[in-house]
């Protein structure tokens, strides 16, 4: 910190020079990210709730409301009437009180201490920060040939120490929806937590649904659904951060409760104290603007962008992984190893991202990424063929 004031136009320019280093979601060369740039209009809403803070929500009792509406606009979405849950910064933070309300639940009711979590191969890492910091131990599903989740490799993984199971509704690395009906009717007949991971899907798939892609029910309407995560700053073009966690049971909540004395609540379930309210009021604004048709036009859009670049792909001769189910294409080249090709394209100045589970190049198709983004994109892979 400097000792004296320095002036703003200075503090301005040092700024944009170190902004300038940063890669621009409008230059639709960053290829492999689920966020993309949010909506002019929801930046504007958010910037007016910047100094809302919805760990204290006494003090801000018109954006608790707003939140609370969010999450039964979200709801609505996910099959639910009287959803319980929060706007938290992301995926990540959405999946840990999930696996914390599992541990916890499990441990007041069937006196469950070392807990497992069953996840599958292609679960997102934030699980593993989860058991980490919770004290669980993960054990891994394996996919099937469809790099799905194996659904008798669920049940046989099952045990007297499984707190939850999670799947996932748009995996990370492939935009893939695993079994997810069959896996709830596994956790209600087991009586364990299920926790949906649909931080990328949850804002997609229910719109494909309905302009009529032939995608699997995922949500609350089907019983063993226990939580879902749903990321409005990704498909729902919401500023970061904006990441939802939807439980059908308040007791779920309460279970994570801790006293928080000296604050307008007496009680706090959310893993962050201080939440900014911006987010719920960027989210809320960004949903009534676009609606259920806007929503579906933009997806009808991106798939059609993904169909588009997935045919084009095989026709230049290179191996498409798996029909894309949602906006994420992954391929490689039939004799350049995954990660040259990655080089390759990086020396290009194209942002992309190398997929572990299997190792291919992926490339998620947002909304920074046009139909002539691709085009150029296509021309250079056509040359390094």
């Known amino acids: 910190m400097d000792d004296k004031p320095v002036d703003k136009e200075k503090i301005l320019k040092e700024l944009s020079e170190f902004h300038k280093l940063d890669y621009d979601y409008s230059d639709g060369r960053i290829l492999g990210s689920m966020c993309t740039e949010a ?34 606009s979200i709801g609505e979405l996910l099959s639910i009437d009287n959803p319980y849950g929060h706007i938290v910064t992301g995926g990540t933070e959405a999946n840990l009180m999930a696996i914390r309300a599992a541990r916890n639940h499990a441990r007041k009711y069937k006196g469950i201490i070392d807990g497992e979590i069953i996840v599958p191969e292609s679960a997102h890492f934030s699980f593993k920060k989860a058991a980490d910091m919770l004290n669980l131990k993960i054990v891994e599903a394996e996919l099937d040939e469809n790099y799905k989740t194996d659904v008798e490799s669920v049940k046989k993984l099952i045990s007297d120490k499984t707190v939850a199971i999670v799947a996932i509704a748009g995996t990370t690395e492939l935009g893939l929806v695993d079994p997810i009906d069959e896996i709830s009717k596994i956790a209600l007949e087991n009586n364990i937590y299920f926790h949906v991971d649909a931080a990328f899907g949850g804002f997609s798939i229910p719109f494909l649904r309905k302009i009529g892609f032939d995608l699997p029910v995922f949500d609350f309407s089907l019983p063993g659904v226990c939580s879902i995560t749903v990321d409005p700053h990704k498909m729902g073009l919401a500023p970061i951060p904006a990441g939802g966690i939807l439980f059908r049971k308040e007791e779920y909540l309460e279970v994570m409760a ?99 589970c299997p190792v291919a190049i992926r490339i998620v198709l947002m909304n920074h990424i046009k139909l002539n983004h691709l085009k150029e994109l296509l021309e250079d892979l056509k040359e390094i063929f």
């Open 39 to 72: 909506h002019p209009f929801a930046k504007e809403v958010y910037f007016k709730f910047l100094d809302t803070n919805l760990g204290d929500p006494g003090l801000f009792k018109g954006t608790k409301l707003i939140e609370c509406e969010v999450i039964k």
């Open 258 to 356: 801790v006293d928080s004395p000296y604050l307008t609540v007496k009680t706090q379930s959310t893993i962050v104290g201080t939440r900014l309210g911006a987010s719920s009021a960027a989210t809320y604004a960004i949903m009534k603007y676009f609606g259920k048709e806007g929503y579906c036009n933009i997806i009808r859009n991106l798939m059609d962008n993904t169909i588009f670049f997935k045919e084009e792909l095989e026709k230049l001769g290179y191996e498409v992984i798996c029909e894309p189910e949602l906006n994420i294409v992954a391929f490689n080249h039939p004799s350049i190893e995954t990660n040259e090709l990655a080089e390759k394209l990086g020396a290009r100045g194209w942002k992309v991202s190398v997929a572990k």
